[in-house]
């Protein structure tokens, strides 16, 4: 078990999949010669070359459906869109071509890419480099979404989505790059589909997925030592499809639900979650699950109002402790 | 071209127009829903540029107007009109629809609904060839409007970047849907606004299928000889409207009759015609064995399709679930 930050995790994934295939590719603006802006492409291009490792123009939705183009033809592109925020010039290409190409020739393309973007608020980067936007993909039909929280799903997740001829978008973190954790020595694949159970427990669910994991697991921790309440994490790394069956079983096991993400609440991951909690095991709740959520503002520059925007782990005990009739 | 493939091409661009013809009349049946895109009135376009291209072994691309694309490179006229049916043997299954026909076999990569939408597409196939090294060329079809998009620009730039084996073929039809292009485009000659890109380029007339034919074998021999994209441009006119719901009030019965003096069909019977190639009658049963084709067989063949089973609704939404198994259960061997 090496212990490494979150880039070299997504970075190791890449060099292993470019040097097992030469079909796999990669591209996106400042990923080669400047090695990309979270350094998750760092030395590929001096490895790989600029034929597949592939610094593109600034042009979002061109070079997206370029890459989607060359996956008709077996070419797995890992296409990294620096920002989720300019995911939005690409999601004509994502979800028009990418995600409808094997429906509508009845089987006959498919589009095996990957998408990478760095989504979340950062440190004051206002309202256009700020979004969380997982709302907008998990709502399409042949696209599959995950959002690793933790640099071991870092890895094992981008390995599973080079390999699996679906197209994948993978949402990351502009705020956990950085971050650390174990990840084993040989080669791993992380599920796409399913959730993780973070931490075990009893007598209530956090449900969370990629930052938002790391507020349950803190608030996990002050609740078990300060208010004797047995905390149960669920990490929803695949928002697309949900965990239904890993929702259920927890749920059924706590009676109590919160949702924690770092989005805006309308058409979001706990709005989903909620709706599956009703359809699966309504009558197991002890309480209405709550969702903890952004407040429905562009993000602002100011460190006051954005950090008063985006909730944390202590909403999460707030949540919490509103649930069990204790605030 | 020589005369026997002159002569075979006029069969194919007959079977072209008797087919959109019919499928004009299967849809005021309504044996065809959604939207229909008809091509009568530039099938030297597509006929001229992919009898200078290998049809089957080139990869082609184009929109929603993409019947006869489809056809020439090889699809089955059988299974494309079993598509626009919805039938189970259609080539997209009954999926796609009009605007989306696929053949994979033949190399049709498929038409595609959003105006630009394969620009980009198209120059990822041709990266994926330069990737794989065949001799193979992209051929990506587009009308003269889906140059105003803005990927139109963001695929010419990475196109002469990084030098892709790719042709794009502008069918210049002088209409986006119902808006001439002189109200819509700042350039009328298209060719033109890709000299930004260094691309080179080349304009002609799209009705006449061996001036179209001279153009297109320069441009694909220079695409294939790893020069990077060219760019030709085909002054056409479509005979419809842009879609089954448009009545055409936005152009005079002039404009189209001036146009349909020079209609690519008849100028290649007529050209054959005086050289002593064939007679009249020669031409009159081609268009009543092509009839009797679409009767007996094209429209036959989907009429007595099966539908899709509602079982299968969500078949083809992912990839088949057991083969991909390992990355979805992240159990790899």
Redo the contacts between chains.
Sequence with gaps: MANIMYWEAIQRAHDEEMARD??V?CMGEDIGVAGGTYKATKGLYEKYGP??V?D??I?E???????????????RPIIEIMSVNFAWLAM??MF??AAK??????????APCVFRSAGGAAHQLGAQHSARMEKVFMGI??L?VVTPSNPKQAY?LLK??I????PVFINEHELMYNMKGEVPDAEY??????SDVARAGTDVTLFGYNISVHWCLKAAEILDKQYGISAEVVDLYSLSPLDRAGIKESVSKTHRAVIAEEDEAPVGVGSEVIAIINEECFFELDAAPVRVHSALVPQPYNHTLEKAAIPDHEDVVKAVLKLFGKA | MKIEDKKRVLREMVLHRRFEERCYQAYIERKIGGFLHLYPGQEACCNGVMEAARPGHDYVITGYRDHVHAIKCGADPKEVMAELYGKETGSSKGRGGSMHIFDADKRFMGGYALVGGPFPLAAGIAKAIQLKGGDEIAICFLGDAANNQGVFHETMNMAALWKLPVLFVCENNLYGIGTSIERSTAVIHQHKRVAAYNIPADECDGQDIDIVYEHARKAVDHVRAGNGPFFLELMTYRYRGHSMSDSRGYRSREEEEVWKQRDPILMLRDRLITAGAMTMTDYETIEKETDAYIENEVIKFSEESPEPRVEDLEKYVFADRETQLPWLTGKAA
């Design positions: 030469p079909l590719i034929l597949r592939m593109t123009p042009s939705g061109g070079f997206t459906g370029l890459g989607i183009g060359a996956s008709f033809l077996g070419i004509d290409q028009n071509s190409v094997r429906y509508m020739s009845g089987g006959q393309l498919t039909a042949g599959r094992g599973s989505a390999r699996c001829d679906d694949f992380h599920p796409l589909e399913g």
